[in-house]
């Protein structure tokens, strides 16, 4: 801690509460001095200040004191009157502006770092304007009407040896009538010392002249109190002073100017005269002065007696209602003196004097309630504990005490307020309390902005002294004190607070501040003309993210408004409008590996590779090849590069983020990007960064010598809207491509850049790995190669949408557009079940659905599948130039949902040395699949015939909006021969099945398999007995043909498809369903007419698990005579081997009822032969109704006539496989009726060799047989 | 009589968190800048304070004008700006907030739940 009287307030002190001399003097002498630039009292100011003045001093006490600092203040008498509020105001202002002309100039450069303002010393952190904005803050409050030490000491006489009549001129000089009128009115006492001085000028006065009125003077006034002032010395007026004295109280002029005219004696002369005047005169006068005043005050005040008089006294004084006014104190007045004595003691350093007087007056006004002169000399009281060292706490008590109540006279009080908070913060700031001097400050801030703005700057500067530094509050003071200054048009100082607030905020993440501050810092460099300050400023509110609306849209207008000014483009590296999303940074390049689409680019590279692993040069083979090759062209460097081609586009996908609220339009992105030729492999090495600085800074230059184009693009990004765009650069030389950056417009007026440096990297750190490393910044370079011939290729009229089951005939067109051909083309596609290629080139002639009719000449049955997905295209295919390869396919959804299909193309280059060997076409298309018909086939065999089977087909249409007709129902190879069972118009009256309609349709299917032929005899049936036609609308309409290239192809892939381990297994029957789109379905959808759809299903079992069938032949009605004998039917049992083994059959006949169904189980002895109760009534009836009884005997009928069989009751065959025995039988029936001959099983035991051990068995029950034998006539 | 207040969460390094404009005041557009300011500026005291005392709740720490700062502490110093039993609850959900283990401590709130609760608590506490 400073000691107190060398603290600042201390000086300040010195320098404001000291004895003032009132200086009156001829309009002559002021002409003197004038010739030396300064007026009379500007000679003499630097020559007040004693630093060692070593006065004797006894005041009050005996005691003596020697004074060693001692001030004096010299005024004009026209000088010595309170100042005018308006003036002062305006000095004020005045002080400020210049000021804030002189810091103009560093406002361009960067603002202040943290570090750096903590790190300055503690004198350095605030502007020197400030101690002298201070000091003239507090003189516009002097001579005020409470207080004394403004009041003059001494006045101090002076004329010039060139006046006439030197002495009358002194006699005018101390007329009343030309005193100031505060000596007049009677605040100030004017009876005070005077002195005489006599000024002679070397130039142009004679020295007899002043001696002889000097001398007068003496005679006059007293020898002591006159004196002779010789000056301006220097007849050529040209004295230059080292270190010009007065140089630092007149700026205005240049300081070499100054007492140009005086020499070195002349201020010699000067100085003595006042140290002389000071010591000699003014201290012992004040010195007598207080003795005197403390004598009276003594007399009258101190003592029990006077005080006790005193209190009553004052009593009485209360009716006064005008005490307040604070006038009625004149210099006579006790109080008065008592406050005189304080100041004169204070002045001359007996603190303990001044504190006891000014205690003494404090309580006095008090009871007075003189609230100004109350709070005036609380507040000397105040200074005098400081600066006596006394204690602290009561200085600062009577500091806040003289302050509130100055505060308390509302208006009037609050300059006086001022200046007490000013003397008041320093005083903290001496003792190191920084914080509370803050508060101080921030108390005087007061209503008018200007002087607010420097009170708050001020209280922020304590904020960076107080230990530790309160940052925020500086930053938040800083920004408040700008505000202020911005308000009162000082944009300067305006600027240069906030300059120092960002060095606060700039790290800050509380979005709302760092806006406001950046946001404002730029408007208003914007208004002093530093445009490019402000762009630099504003640019950092552009992502304003967080505020509204209306917010935003301010500050972008603010932003392109100094943009414009600025009037050139910009260029921002860090734009953040947009914001790029780095992650989405995404890189399409071809190598070898080429697509079609941007879809299929987009496809993981893993599908793509799994599907062309096959049909790429093998990896053994191939790559040693490749690796060699490549050895060979590239250097090691750039084996691991990415490698594209002359002339095709290398393709970045980035996203775009606008994160304000509003749209911004975003012109010209383009690319930035550096192609240096790879000429000299070696060169390289060094070459790139001196090479990259060239191209970036050229970059528009090499795009126009067209080494690369770059495409540009234009959008719109709505609030908050994201977008994803693409990029591209086409290299048109080979060398080295660099895609260095992105470059954009926003709004047409600034240019924002962003480099990719900051790709975040995601290469392992592992050591063993780093050569194989790729870094971002590899990622983005590649090695340009020379033209290659690409193929193009694309799927016309591909639907993305369609029905399960529908069958579309597309064509596959590929493009060369290079003169190179390319040889070897083989094809892969993901889904062999969706897409089947066509075996050659050739148009359709009958036209798409007709063309799957069968033709006359089209019956031969091709049987050429190949298993592999791997398609050929035949050797002599080479494309080149202009021509297109149109290559059918046939597309077949097979299922339903979301399909992907991807094709490849692989092609090798004829004629091209290069290190790329072959390339493919990638190409991905995505399908929709709507469920349609859903089918399911039941077969089971027929009862009653051999080799047939009844189907019944299961449609349902699970489509959600359109119907279908069925068409053609076919079985699938030469095996099953089908016809339908009954009509479907009978069934479908409307012909289309409505959306989830189901349907059930009879068939019957014949083996026409013949027993121990071979396959090629079986295909003796005509293949028309394999289709059926459902709906017979046209009678003309061909049936589908279904043995031919697409559909049977598309059905062996259904088939592998839904191939089981018993796939082999003969009893199962392929069918194929064609139908169509219901013509009146959907009118809008004309061309879906021609849609055909074919549905598979494969392997449906015959539902029968045992390998024979048989039946039972024999008449079903019979005459005969039972008189004569008992009747013996002849029966045939035909027993077909369905299987492909060996079967053994026995056939057991079951004489009488060995079933459960019989009626009558007690008579169980009596078998074969049965009563049958109502026989009577039942020849009734079957006379009634014969027929009914013919089709449908009666129940009780079925098991009462006996029978027997006769013959063998048990016949064991053998049936070869797929062949037919016959047994013949024997029934004998001894009486008329009817009779069921299902009285019998078949056990059956299936080998599957001839001599097989192994059997499979099994027992049928006869079926159902009727034979009515009637009583012949 | 319409209030306004502002809440902030700041984490470690003055870094705020969650902020919220509550009160019945109808928004003025420098509010929230001012609030930031006031709260910002704060953080000086609260700093030099949170490490004298043990309690949590520091009841007005600091003014601007009729501003009042109030300002409750949590053991891992993330201060909560704005009245004690609102803040308590509001540390409760803030503790919620941190057992959420996909929260990144010192990270924004975003959470709308959050945001919801506290100008519930607003509502019935300021």
Known sequence: MVEAVNSSLGKMLLEEVSPVVMVLCTPLVEETFLKNGLSFVETLKPFCNFSNI??????????????????????????????????????????????????????????????????????????????????????????????????????????????????????????????????????????????????????????????????????????????????NSSKEGNVEHQANPWASFKSSVPAEKLGFALTGDDIGEIKDLMQEFASRHIIPYMEQKVRDLNQQISATRKGLRNQIKNLWWRKGKDDVPDSTKGSIYTFSSTESQIRILGDYAFMLHDYELALSSYRLISTDYKLDKAWKHYAGVQEMMGLAYFISD????????????????????????????????????EMLKARDQYKEAASVYFRICGEEPLHAAVMLEQASYCFVLTKPAMLHK???????????????????????????????????????????????I????????????????????????????????????????????TGMKHEVVGLRLPVINMSSLQVIYEDHRTYASQASALVEESIWQSLEDDIIPSLNSGKSNWLELQSKLLPKKYKESNVCVVGESVKLDLEFRNPLLISTSVTSVSLICELTANSDDLKLDKEPSSLSLETEHNQVTTSGLSSFTLSEVDFTLGGGEKKLVRLTVTPSEEGILKIVGVRWELSGSIVGVHYFQSVPTKAKTNKAKRKNKLTPTDALKF?????????????????????????????????????????????????????????HEEELTPGFPDCLKKGP???????????????????????????????????RAAIPGTMSLYFTIYYEMENVSSIMKYRTLRMHYSLQVLPSLETSFEITPSPSR????????????????????????????????????????????????????????????????????????????????????????????????????????????????????????????????????AKSSNPSAEQDLLKILSHHSCHNRIRSSIPLSWSLDGPKTMYHDFSTSFCEIKLKMVIR????????????????????????????????????????????????????????????????????????????????????????????????????????????????????????????????????????? | MANTACFIIVGRNDIPIYEAEVGSAPKREDAAQLHQFILHAALDVVQDLAWTTSAMFLKSVDRFNDLVVSVYVTAGHILFNGIKSFFQEVHELYIKVLLNPLYLPGSRITSSHFDTKVRALARKYL
């Not at chain 1, 202020?484 to 905020?505: G, L, M, P």
């Not at chain 1, 972008?556 to 408004?561: E, G, P």
């Not at chain 1, 193009?792 to 369609?802: F, M, Q, R, T, V």
């Not at chain 1, 047939?948 to 279908?964: G, H, P, Q, T, Y």
């Open chain 1, 54 to 231: 070593d006065v004797p001093v006894r005041t009050s006490g005996d005691q003596l004191y020697r004074l060693k600092k001692f001030t004096l203040r010299l005024f004009n008498a026209s000088d010595i009157k309170q100042p005018n509020v308006e003036v002062a105001k305006q000095r004020l202002e005045h002080v400020i502006t210049q000021a804030g002309e002189k810091v103009f100039h560093d406002l361009e450069s960067d603002p202040p770092q943290i570090t750096d303002i903590l790190s300055n010393p503690e004198s350095e952190i605030a502007p020197t304007w400030f101690q002298y904005y201070n000091k003239e803050l507090i003189r516009t409050l002097s001579f005020s009407d409470h207080e004394a030490f403004d009041h003059p000491v001494a006045c101090l006489l002076v004329a010039s040896s060139k006046d006439e009549e030197p002495l009358n001129k002194f006699v005018d000089l101390f007329n009343t009538n030309r005193l100031p009128s505060l000596l007049n009115d009677g605040v100030m006492d004017p009876k005070i010392l005077k002195h005489f001085l006599l000024v002679h000028d070397n130039q142009d006065a004679t020295t007899e002249r002043t001696s002889k009125v000097l001398s007068e003077m003496r005679s006059t006034f007293g020898n002591n109190e006159c004196n002779l002032l010789c000056t």
């Open chain 1, 390 to 425: 006394q204690s602290i706490k009561e200085a600062e008590y009577c500091m806040e005490n003289a302050f509130s109540t100055y505060m308390k006279l509302g208006k009037s009080g609050f300059q006086n307020a001022t200046r007490c908070g000013l003397w008041w913060a």
């Open chain 1, 857 to 891: 000449e089209q019956n031969t049955v091709q049987r050429e599948t190949s298993r592999t997905s791997v398609f050929a295209f035949p050797k002599d295919v080479s494309l080149q130039g202009d021509r297109s390869l149109r290559w059918p396919l046939w597309l």
């Open chain 1, 783 to 839: 090695l340009v190669i020379k033209s290659l011939p690409r193929l193009e290729g694309s799927i016309d009229h591909l639907p993305d949408k369609l029905y399960a089951g529908d069958l579309r005939y597309l064509v596959l067109e590929l493009k060369n557009n290079s003169e190179s051909p390319i040889k070897n083309l083989k094809m892969k596609i993901s889904h062999p079940r969706f897409v089947n290629p066509e075996s």
């Open chain 1, 946 to 1077: 051999l080799q047939e089977f009844l189907v019944r087909m299961d449609i349902v249409n699970r489509a959600n909006s359109d119907a279908f007709e069925i068409h053609q129902l076919s079985t699938v190879g030469c095996r099953w021969g089908i016809s339908l069972l009954q009509p479907v118009d009978t069934i479908l009256p409307s012909k289309s099945i409505l959306p989830g309609q189901g349907l059930s349709c009879f068939f019957m299917i014949k083996d026409c398999r013949k027993p121990g032929i071979e396959e090629e005899k079986t295909t003796s049936i005509l293949p028309s007995q394999t289709d059926t036609k459902l709906i017979t609308q046209d009678d003309d309409e061909k049936f589908f043909d279904i043995v031919n290239s697409p559909l049977a192809s598309f059905h062996e892939s259904e088939r592998s498809c839904h191939g089981t381990s018993d796939q082999l297994s003969p009893n199962t029957v392929d069918f194929i369903l064609i139908s169509r789109l």
């Open chain 1, 522 to 565: 730029g408007q208003w460099y914007a208004i002093v003309g530093m445009n490019d300050v402000a762009v630099r400023n504003m640019l950092r509110v552009l992502d304003c993210g967080n505020q509204s609306k209306s917010t935003q849209e301010i500050f972008l207008r603010d932003f392109f408004d100094i943009v414009k000014k």
């Open chain 1, 474 to 520: 500086y930053g938040f003071h800083l920004v408040l004190s700008g505000d202020h200054y911005k308000i009162c048009d000082q944009v300067n100082h305006a600027i240069r607070t906030y300059r120092s607030a960002i060095s606060v905020y700039e790290s800050t993440t509380w979005s709302h501040i760092k806006d406001h501050v950046y946001f404002h």
């Open chain 1, 1137 to 1273: 081997n369905t299987s492909d083994g060996f079967l053994s059959v026995s056939i057991n006949t079951i004489d009488g009822l060995p079933d459960a169904a019989a009626p009558t189980p007690s008579s169980g002895n009596l078998s074969g032969w049965r009563y049958v109760p109502a026989i009577t009534e039942e020849m009734k009836l079957t006379s009634d109704v014969m027929g009914s009884r013919l089709g449908k005997p009666p129940p009780s009928m079925e098991s009462s006539p006996p029978f027997i069989w006769s013959g063998s009751s048990s016949t064991k065959v053998q049936i070869q496989p797929l062949s037919t025995t016959e047994i013949p039988l024997q029934v004998s029936v001894f009486s008329p009726g009817t009779y069921s001959l299902s009285t019998y099983e078949l056990v059956w035991e299936l080998f599957e060799h001839e001599n097989a051990s192994s059997a499979t068995s099994g027992t049928c029950q006869g079926y159902p047989y009727y034979i009515t034998v009637l009583q012949s006539e």
